[in-house]
């Protein structure tokens, strides 16, 4: 009623000869031609300026009232943050010509080129909040927001003509922005969700159902809503690599920003451990390697239908966890009904037989790897104090024959491989993987060339024990490998002469103690690692007949094992083919087949004599020989 009695009054003054704007481009600079184009041009000068109703006027013309054809916008405005500023003395608070124009040249907001138009809306309200010194002298604490704006999936479409996408004014409102703190505020995080589901409703129906929208809806400060996860401005397509909820972000860093939290934990009763424990998983392990295709949070959980564990339409919920894991891994069946998914190293979660497995390795590693270095470092020190000058004669013994260096070179590989490979995946972030990784070792190779290298390390054994098998000659390896009585004195002598307690070093026959040592414990790892290594590669196969556990057990043995293999490869083994003094550089059994005699003959005084008795009484021929593989 108020604008047609503005209307009603403006046409009585055009009536009577109120001024035209030709008359009033006289005195003043008016664009007459970008006045035409505006909505206000039908209203003429006085349309506006109502209190002109002759020229020349008297005094200054009154300050023009929007408010006399747009009541509820400049209502709006007044109860708005800049209409409050402005209210308080901020004289460089937004105004209605700050954002529109100027009267004499605004457009309609239909109108492409208006200041309002979706597209420009970016530059109108950057004028402003793309203002660093304006920012600061007020105190403004978001960092570029209209930056990060233009930057997002919103800001890009709007850019690309899309009208449907969000601009500024359609998550803040226009002329009735308030601040974020008010309960009030389409951006107050507990309207966020309607503001976002004026556009996302499908998203909006799951999410208000959802375990966090309830939490929202019943006043948490905590749970998370749609920015907690998507972001403000700088919003993100999923496929996105700087998203919050990309593949690769949203379990270690956005999910984690409350279900890592002990302070969240214990408020809410939310489950301690869930996202520590996803980490030391093989998803958790190969997403930090850069494997954006394993499961996350969102892959089981949902992304925003979430609700809990208990509730029967969840995906995590125990009898439907089947279905949820068969996504990726098919076939999988009622051995997962009710199983423990996040199972965290020492917790409560981890079943009896793997804790078990764990308290095994940890007394077993440390005993094992601590007698290799005492042992290996007295007799170090020992030879370096008692070390005589040695003359070699040169002449050389065969120790190896082509089959058991085959059986080693297949072995020693694949080993070096799998201890690469399989540390990769364990250490994700470490510098050397990094390294590695610049060189192509994606986490899809990698996991290839492991199980190639697993392939390899099986085939090297069994060839070993074919060849042994089938020449009965190399057979009587079995019966010099079997651990006996002798051994353990020898050990202990051993011990006594590096100590300096007796002048007398103990000798040995084909092999010694440290030999039958590495190669049982070779034997034993390779079928430890073989059966673990196979069941966690035929993850569907296994968790199809198999209880959880046992893919849990599986992995703590196979990767104690893998532990306690290298350190034994690194300790014991290359102390005795490389560092030990009598040997060093190298021990070249493994690539010639060969040891130097006089080795031989000091440390082994009676297989010395039964080799050179052999070579007496036989030509030397590479396809015989009598040592196994050393792993």
């Avoid at 599986?554 to 040997?583: G, K, N, R």
Wanted: with cysteine; hydrophobic share 40%; proline share 6%.
């Amino acid at each position: 009623m108020r604008s047609v009695l503005a209307a009603l009054f403006s046409c009585l003054i055009l009536a009577a000869g109120a001024p035209t704007p030709q008359d009033c481009a006289g005195c003043h600079d008016v664009d007459l031609a970008a006045f035409e184009k505006t909505p206000h041009a039908s209203m003429g000068c006085t349309g506006c300026h109502s209190s002109i109703t002759k020229l020349p006027h008297d005094g200054k013309p009154a300050r023009v009232d929007c408010s006399t054809c747009h009541p509820d916008e400049v209502k709006a405005y007044a109860g708005s943050i800049h209409g409050q500023a402005r209210s308080q003395g901020m004289d460089d608070a937004a105004t209605c010509a700050s954002c529109h124009g100027s009267p004499h040249t605004l457009l309609a907001p239909d109108n492409p080129a208006s200041k309002v138009a979706k597209q420009n809306l970016p530059d109108t309200c950057g004028a402003c909040h793309s203002n660093p010194a304006f920012m600061a002298k007020h105190h403004i604490p978001f960092a570029k927001p209209v930056e990060a704006y233009r930057l997002s999936l919103h800001g890009r479409a709007v850019a690309q003509g899309n009208d449907a996408a969000a601009s500024c004014s359609d998550c803040h409102g226009s002329h009735d922005i308030l601040a974020a703190t008010d309960p009030r505020s389409k951006v107050n995080r507990a309207n966020v969700v309607k503001t976002c589901g004026a556009c996302h409703a499908q998203v909006k129906a799951a999410y208000v159902q959802s375990v966090h929208g309830v939490a929202v809806a019943n006043g948490s400060p905590d749970a998370p809503t749609c920015t907690d996860c998507h972001g403000e401005h700088a919003i993100l397509a999923p496929s996105e690599a700087g998203s919050p909820v990309s593949p690769a972000n949203v379990s270690l860093d956005t999910c984690a920003r409350c279900h890592a939290n002990e302070r969240l934990a214990i408020r809410y009763g939310i489950p301690a451990g869930v996202v520590s424990s996803y980490k030391e998983s093989y998803h958790g392990l190969a997403l930090q390697g850069g494997q954006a295709t394993v499961a996350n949070c969102a892959s089981c959980h949902g992304v925003h239908d979430i609700l809990p564990p208990s509730d029967p339409r969840s995906s995590v919920n125990p009898r439907n966890l089947p279905q949820t894991c068969g996504k990726c891994h098919a076939n999988v069946g009622k051995e997962l009904i009710g199983a423990r998914i996040h199972v965290s190293i020492a917790s409560a979660s981890e079943a009896p037989v793997v804790r078990w497995i764990r308290l095994a390795y940890l007394l077993l590693i440390p005993l094992t790897i601590g007698f290799m270095l005492l042992h290996n470092g007295l007799d170090f020190l020992t030879k370096l104090r008692r070390r005589r000058p040695h003359h070699s004669t040169g002449e050389e013994l065969e120790r190896m024959n082509l089959r058991f260096r085959i059986a080693h070179w297949m072995v020693m590989a694949s080993f070096i491989t799998l201890v690469i490979t399989g540390f990769a995946l364990k250490f994700p972030e470490a510098a050397w993987v990094h390294v590695l990784q610049s060189f192509g070792l994606t986490p899809v190779s990698r996991a290839y060339i492991h199980r190639i290298a697993a392939i390899v390390i099986t085939f090297g054994t069994l060839y070993h024990l074919a060849h042994m098998a089938m020449v009965r000659r190399d057979r009587v390896i079995l019966r010099e490998l079997l651990p006996n009585w002798q051994d353990a004195k020898d050990i202990f002598n051993m011990l006594r002469y590096n100590l300096g307690l007796t002048n007398k070093r103990p000798t040995f026959g084909m092999f010694g103690y440290p030999e039958k040592m590495e190669y049982w414990a070779y034997m034993w790892g390779t079928v430890v690692m073989a059966v673990t290594g196979f069941l966690l590669w035929g993850e569907n196969w296994t968790l199809s007949h198999f209880p959880k556990w046992v893919m849990d057990a599986a992995t703590a043995a196979h990767w104690y094992e893998a532990i306690l293999a290298t350190l034994s490869i690194l300790v014991w083994h290359w102390y005795l083919v490389i560092f030990d003094p009598d040997v060093y550089p190298m021990d070249m059994a493994w690539l010639t087949g060969k040891v130097p005699a006089d080795h031989v003959r000091e440390t082994r005084p009676e297989y010395y004599r039964q080799m050179t008795a052999r070579t007496d009484a036989q030509p030397s021929d590479d396809s015989q020989g009598s040592e196994p593989p050393k792993a």
